[in-house]
Structures are given as C-alpha cells and as structure tokens.
C-alpha cells in the first residue's frame, strides 16, 4: 500500500515537528496523563464514585480517602477521575460533533455557494448573534438534561464557527490552480471537494477542535455547576464542584472544591498548549 | 503526421487554394465569445458585460505552437481556460478533431463525450505554486486522472507516473515526495508531466515560464519543445513575454481587448508587424545589440474597459494612424496582400476582401 506509507510519513514529519514544540509537548502530556488516569480510573482508587458512605461524611484528606470525601460520605478522588471520564466526553464528543456538521455545510456552501451558501450564512449568523452559553441554556431547557443531549446540544449551537472557516477555506482554495487541473481532467465534483479540496482545511478545523474542546469542558463545569448540565447523580468534574456552592464550603471543604477546579484548569490549560502547537505545526504554508 | 514544426514551411509550400489544410487542423474555433455578466445594485441587475472575449476564431495545426500574446486583461487566458473547457464561452463554435468523426463540436457534446475529450486537452498554469495540491504526493496527483479515465492498472499507472517524471527529467521516486519539496522550476517540469500522463493531444499553456526565472525559462521551454516533437503535441502557448513567444510558436496570434488583431506565423509576424499596436508592442522588446537604432513606440492612455470598448476599431483611442473609418466601422480579420498566412484587423493595412473566416471554410 504505497498511498499508506506516504500518509504516515507526512503524519510522522508533522509529529517529528511537533515534538520539537516543548509547550505543545507539555500541554500533549498533561492531557495523555490526565486522560490515561481517567481511563484507568477502576486501578487506581478502589471505591465506587457513587457508593454513599454516611458513616464518613466530609472527611478532610486521609490515608484511605486521599482526597477526603463529600457530603454523603463519596470518596473525592474516585469521583474526580470517574467525572473526568465524562467530562473529557462531552467536551470532546461536543466539540467533534460541531466540527463534523460545520465541516460538510461549509463544504458544500463554499464549494457551490448559490442560495444553499447564502442561507447557510445567514442560518449561521442568527446562530452567533446569541451568546452561546444562552443558546444552550435555552436548549437545555428544551431538550432537558442528559449527557446525550448535553453533547447534542453543543455540536449543533458549535457549528457555526468552523461552518464559517471551512466556508472561506473554501471560497480561497476552489480558485487554486490545483483545483482547475482536476477539473480539467474531468474529476468528479464530489471527489474534488472532499478529497482535494477538503484535506487542506483540516489543519485549522483539528485547531479548532482542540481549543473547543477546552471551552466545552469550562460549559459543562459551568451548567453543571448551575444545576443545568449533566443530572447530579452523574459525576462530572461540574458536578462536583456543584458542592461547593456553599460559602462554609468554601471556606472550610477546599478538599471538595480545590481537586476538581484544578483539574478543569490543568485540563484546559494542557489542551491549548496543545491546541496552539499544533496550529504552528499544521500552519500548511510552512 | 510527422510535421513537427512544420507550420512554417507547410505555409510556403502549400497552394492557396487548399490553405489552410484542414487535415492538419486539430482545433478550430469559431466567432468564440465569452462574455461575464456584471451585476450591480442590491437586487443585482445585469448592467453590462465584460467582453473578455470577443468573436475570435482561431486555429491550431498538429504539431504547431500557436502563441497567444497581448497585455494583462485582453483575454488570453480566458480563452486558454474556454479551450480546456475550464469556462463555458458564451457563444460560439469550438470544433475539435477526436476519434473516428474527425472534427466534432465538444462545446455540445453529452457528458460521457465530454468527458473523453478532457483526456485531449489539457492545461498548464502561469503559477507553478498553486498548480500542484500541498496535502497530496507527486503519485496521488497523477494517479487520480489516470484512474478516472481508467488507464491501466495500479501497477501501471504506476509505471506511467515513474516515466512521465523521468521524460521531464526528474528522478521517478520522486513521486513520493510532496510540492513543497521542490523548486519552481520542478514544480512546472511536474506540471507538465501531469498534463502529459493522459497522453492528451493538444496543451493550453497559460504563460507557463513567467513565474519562472530566466535560466529555469531555458529549460522549461526546451524540454517543451522536445516534448512536442516526441509526442507530436499541439500547443497553445499564452504569454506576455514576445520573445519568448517567438522563440516557440510557429503562429502567433495578437490579442487586443478580447479580440485577435494580427495573426501570422511568427517570421512575419516580427519581421513585418501590420497592425500598428502589434508594431508598439514589438518595438517594446529589448533586443541584446548594443547600438541598435530602434524607434520605441509608446502607446498613449490606458487600455480601454472591456464592459465598454470603444466603437469601431477597439484601439483606434491608443492608434496614432486613427482615421475616420476606425472610429466608425470595426475591422475584420483580413489576409494582408501578397503574403500566404499573415491576417490583421486594420483598415489601413493593405488586405485583400475576403474576411479570414470565410477562407476557412471547409
């Protein structure tokens, strides 16, 4: 398979580049490590994140419970690492889902543009005029909680933002001579735009995706928090910090509250360190 | 079909009668247009056109280089890109020879027919940068034409791939190798290989050499030649750069504001300008004597807008023969008295009647 070997090659050039990127390099192991914790949540704490314990109920930090329970006696750390699980999906999954509808409506109202691109834009534009967090508050409503319809909710009030830059993507590259040529060899439209066209605006839209990421995380900890987001029986990095809406909490739990909000912040902090070297490796006019 | 750069040489010989020889001729075009409409106010009404091309006819022999030349905007690739079929002319007859039917008209074809005579003509660009895709190799650039138009197997599409790079003197594993490893010069000798690998018959080649440097251009343009001769192609060669031009074509035909003024073989053509803006545009070439004694003719005001030329003769504002008849009456490509195969549009050039497309009448 000659076309394999060529792909991994130009992957493998741009992971050689990367490499040499140190904060996208810290910012890639940060999230490996926190996402590898995640994944191995079952060896790495022995309880339950939704096993109730009302025999040790708000426990500072202790050889047994090394991040202290919460009110109804759950171990912290178990439920940091489960909710990190849920978390990390819903800001992914969130994100990839707008990034997959903006892409193939960008593709096609850039490549065509006609009426389908100018109400496309218009559609995309109402979209923006609201701030997203009402836009999801507002659906929220609608749709009810629930982690499906969480990440339901987010792909679709997401899109517009990598819609408009696939779109002028797009409207740039059609003109390329390269483009041109195909046509010129009778190639068919489809392939033109997906497979042409299309692999040249994956740079910015994989940008895109990482930093969403990163805000969806911050959305789900800030409807989770408002009582809005995934339903509390579910652990999420939100949800738990949903405790700490208490001022003696604050004040006197930091154990409760000081876990979870860190690992959002390093989080966040690892994926647009990580977001912002893959921008200046995948920049196609280096 | 072993006349190579014999346009030249089949002029001479050949018995007015019989000229041009149509046998020979692999496109002809015919009163071609390409008009773009220009919209204007919020519902977008068409206000005008842009006459970008405007009744040309035109036609190449097998083997020979038709060159186009003319300054920025007077239509030369516009009618490079009707030619490949990349834009749909307005109005107009485009007839080319394929297949067993002889000389068919491909701008009404079906989209099965259509889609054979793209294999027949292909194009090169000016820009050697974005005429090769930056996310694909060498191999997937080429082996996509070649597998839509269902040329043999991977293993031999392969093979042509490997020979096509090494006819334009690159090393065949390169073909693993992505755009940006390569020089300007590469990616044009890889452009041209490209539009080799269909084996097509005739080339549009959109000022192929000017993004180039001088040494490159030698090159490039030489192995074109060679090319030509080796595969019997037909060029139509776009530039701005008349010498250049006339170091390739056998014809050259001169393009002002969409239309063709003068149109001869390139001896001629340079020995003896007709068209007084084809005299302006010849006396702007530097030639490399020291002491040559050359009137340089500079040409006055801008060139006129396109949505809007100038009754009669398009350039009778710029002319400084203008008489009456110019300004009321356009000129008609006409073959100039006692020559075999030299046409200008000129009112005051010595022409026989006949207009040039009713000589090409089959």
């Avoid at chain 1, 909000?261 to 920049?283: K, M, T």
Wanted: glycine content about 8%.
């Amino acid at each position: 398979m000659v076309t394999k070997a060529v792909k991994s090659s130009l992957a493998l050039r741009n992971w050689e580049k990367l490499r040499r990127n140190k904060l996208a390099m810290i910012g890639f192991c940060i999230v490996a490590f926190m996402i590898l914790c995640a994944v191995c949540a079952p060896l790495l704490t022995p309880y339950s994140p939704t096993d109730i314990d009302l025999g040790s109920r708000i426990k500072p930090p202790s050889l047994s419970h090394p991040l202290g329970t919460d009110k109804l006696g759950r171990d912290v750390l178990s439920r940091l690492l489960y909710g990190a699980r849920v978390s990390i999906l819903i800001g992914l999954s969130g994100a990839l889902g707008g990034a997959v509808i903006g892409t193939i409506i960008g593709c096609i109202s850039g490549y065509f543009g006609g009426w389908f691109d100018k109400v496309m834009l218009r559609v995309s534009e109402i979209f923006m005029t609201f701030p997203q967090i009402i836009l999801v508050l507002i659906l929220v409503v609608y749709f009810g909680q629930g982690l499906m319809n969480l990440i339901f909710i987010f792909s679709i009030s997401g899109w517009p933002g990598t819609y408009r830059l696939v779109r002028g993507k797009f409207f740039s590259l059609r003109e390329e001579n390269y483009v041109e040529a195909c046509r010129a060899y009778g190639i068919g439209e489809l392939s033109i735009m997906f497979r042409h066209i299309l692999p040249n605006t994956f740079s910015p839209v994989i940008v895109t995706v990482t930093l969403s990421t990163a805000g969806y995380i911050l959305a789900e900890s800030g409807l989770s928090f408002l009582g809005l987001g995934v339903p509390s029986g579910i652990p999420t990095w939100g949800n738990i910090i949903n405790s700490a809406k208490a001022i003696d909490v604050i004040s006197n739990n930091p154990w409760l509250w000081l876990p979870p909000g860190l690992a959002i912040s390093l989080f966040v902090l690892g994926v647009n360190f990580f977001g912002d070297g893959l921008r200046d490796v995948l920049d196609p006019n280096q | 079909m072993l006349e190579l750069h014999g346009g030249l040489d089949d002029m001479t010989k050949a018995s007015p009668a019989v000229q041009p020889n149509m046998n020979d001729v692999i496109l002809d075009i015919r009163h071609l247009k390409k008009y773009y409409p220009v919209y204007k106010g919020v519902f977008k009404k068409v206000t005008g056109h842009v006459k970008a091309v405007d009744d040309v006819s035109l036609y190449v022999r097998r083997g020979e280089t038709l060159g186009l030349v003319g300054e920025s905007g007077c239509g030369k690739t516009t009618l490079g890109k009707c030619i490949v079929r990349l834009q749909s002319p307005t109005s107009g007859e485009m007839r080319f020879r394929y297949g067993e039917g002889g000389m068919r008209d491909i701008l009404s074809l079906n989209a099965k027919e259509g889609f054979d005579v793209r294999k027949k003509i292909q194009i090169v660009f000016q820009d050697p940068y974005s005429s090769l895709n930056p996310v694909k190799t060498i191999y997937e650039a080429f082996d996509e034409p070649l597998r839509v138009h269902r040329m043999g197997s991977r293993a031999q599409r392969k093979e042509i791939i490997a020979q096509m790079l090494e006819v334009v003197n690159l090393r065949s594993d390169y073909m693993y190798r992505y755009p940006h490893e390569f020089s300007g010069g590469q990616r044009q000798r890889i452009s041209i290989a490209r539009a080799l690998c269909i084996k097509p018959e005739l080339i549009v080649c959109d000022e192929p050499v000017s993004a180039l440097d001088v040494s490159i251009q030698a090159q490039v343009l030489n192995l074109m030649k060679d090319l030509q001769q080796q595969m019997n192609l037909s060029y139509v060669f776009i530039a701005h750069d008349l010498s250049v031009v006339e170091y390739m074509s056998d014809r050259i035909a001169v393009m002002y504001l969409g239309q063709v003024v003068e149109l001869a073989t390139s001896t001629s053509l340079y020995r003896t300008p007709r068209h007084p803006y084809t005299e302006a545009l010849l006396s702007a070439v530097p030639t490399p004597e020291l002491d040559a004694v050359r009137e340089r003719i500079v040409l006055k005001g801008d060139v006129p807008s396109p949505i809007n030329p100038p009754s009669g003769c398009r350039f009778h504002p710029r002319c400084s023969k203008c008489q009456e008849i110019c300004r009321v009456e356009m000129p008609q490509l006409r073959k100039v008295s006692g020559t075999e195969d030299h046409y200008v549009a000129c009112h005051l050039a010595d022409t026989e009647s006949v207009p040039q497309e009713a000589r090409m009448e089959l």
